[in-house]
């Protein structure tokens, strides 16, 4: 009758008994002890086991072939029985999924009490809850979970009689911040069973390894199960770098989690085109899995209520869109003087359009806004950014745009953008600013259609000490820099000068004042 291994630590890892109940070491050097016969249950095995690490005899119950230590060490199946194995299956998840995992025996009859203590990564999966199973639902459980440990204990007045399966249920939460391939093995530092008399149960132990996977789909940005608006505004928000409110609250950069649903047509980017996707989704309308770029075109334009302003006042840049197709969704960079306004609003033309908008610093916005239905009103106007002006003066261009992007209402790509503010309906000269300067000044003019210009700079005897522009420009808002010096580079002294406009060698021409100071 060969004994299974599981002894305690030692030189005699497996041992047989012949059928003269003489009991010998598997590979045979541990040497041959007899037994006598004690009463007619037990056959007790005589002392003088070197190798067993402290165990002094065995006794054997010759009614189910346990063999148990004479001193209470421990219980040894023999081979006549299934090795008793304590696992945890292999499992995945994404990150933010509660997932639950058992800790099982394949053969639970006789255990009375357990004790388990799991080691993995407790940064990567979080306990949430241990639970009782129908094979313990007469235990009592208690469990305690630290930063780095996990502590499972249950006990029973009576054992369990047959059976096999889970013994305790632990529900795992994924880190939402958790990269994908993240891994960690689950192995056990204690996984002990004992029977009634509290003598314990020897068994083999299964490790388990977890592995971070990517979610089944994309557009569940919130990990709330479902794909929504919110979803969609989230998307928003990571397009303009703002906060974002899922864990942890107000980060920045999206985690891969939420960079991978919010990606929603995988083209590993994340765009107004995708919160499109995910309001597509939303709806139960097919989303494509790439964008493809739409055959169309679309002419933006800036106008602007004023450019001529007041400190404290405030002024608005409407943006205006001529499509050949719905547009439903835009992002762009919009850009302004920080030292002359203030945004204070951005407002969607049309009810029920998304739209997040995050300043980035020194003069910068980003804006998203999507709408299934249409981002233009009747009149092709698409937003209002309202601009409060921190000073007075005359303005070409208050605010311009740059880098925008816009799709159709199937999340494509509009490749046919053409950007362009509003022309100026006459020729213009504005006062400098700052002035008085120093060390230096902008001059800001119009033009109405392309002409040649020439814009030079007088000291009050009439002498020309500096030439700022002389040829063609287009027609628009144009500004010019002078730092105070002449065109040999040198520095001027303060005082009083005047600069003029020539368009076309004297069509039309004017003089303003300024004064250089020290």
Known sequence: ????????????????????????????????????????????????????????????????GHIYSGT??????????????????????PPHAEITRSISVNDASEIT?????????????????????QLTERFTLVWTKTDSSLKINMVSATPIASGSGALVNVTFKVNPTANFDDSTIIKFAKANL???????ILSLKDDAVFRVIKPAQR??????????????????????????????????????????????NGNGAVGADD????????????????SLAANGSCKVTLAFSKTTVQAGETIEATMMAACDMMLAGAEMNLSHDPNAFNVVE?????????????????????????????????????????????????????????????????ANPITGVEETAELPTSIGLAQNYPNPFNPETSIIYQLPKNAHVSLQ??????????????????????????????????????????????????????????????
């Open 219 to 264: 557009g569940d940005v919130n990990a709330n199960g479902k794909i929504d608006v919110p979803d969609a505004i989230l998307c928003l928000r990571i397009v303009t770098g703002l906060p974002l409110p899922t864990y942890p609250p107000g980060h920045v950069t999206p985690t891969p989690y939420e960079f991978y649903t919010a990606d929603c």
């Open 72 to 93: 209470g060490a421990g219980v040894f199946r023999t081979a006549e029985s299934t090795e008793l194995v304590i696992s945890v299956p292999d499992f995945s998840a």
């Open 346 to 410: 951005i407002v969607p033309a049309q009810p029920g359009t998304f739209l997040t908008w995050n300043p980035q610093g020194a003069g910068k916005i980003k804006a998203a806004l999507v709408n299934l239905s249409g981002l233009l009103a009747p009149n092709g106007k698409m937003m209002t950014v309202k601009l409060k002006a921190i000073r007075s003066g005359e303005f070409a261009a208050p605010l311009t745009l740059d880098a925008i992007k816009l799709f159709d209402k199937d």
């Open 194 to 200: 004992f029977d009634d008399n509290g003598r314990p």
């Open 275 to 290: 919160a499109l996707c995910i309001l597509r989704k939303s709806i139960g309308s097919a989303a494509a899995s790439k």
């Open 113 to 133: 009490g357990t004790e388990f203590e799991p080691l993995f990564d407790t940064k990567l999966l979080w306990v949430q809850k241990v639970e009782k199973t």
């Open 1 to 64: 009758m060969p004994v299974n291994t599981g002894l305690p630590s030692g030189s005699v890892y497996d041992l047989a008994i012949n059928a003269s109940g003489h009991i010998f070491a598997g590979f045979g050097v541990a040497g041959v002890f007899r037994s006598r016969t004690n009463g007619n249950s037990w056959m007790e095995i005589n002392n003088g086991l070197t190798n067993f690490g402290g165990v002094a005899s065995l006794i054997v119950d010759k009614a189910n």
């Open 457 to 518: 700079v007088y000291n009050l005897t009439g002498q020309v000490v500096a030439t700022l522009v002389n040829g063609k420009k287009p027609a628009g808002h144009h500004s010019a820099l002078w730092n105070g010096r002449d065109e040999a580079g040198r520095q001027l002294p303060s005082g009083v000068y005047f600069y003029r406009l020539l368009v076309n060698k004297g069509e039309w021409t004017q003089v303003k004042k300024m004064t250089l100071l020290k």
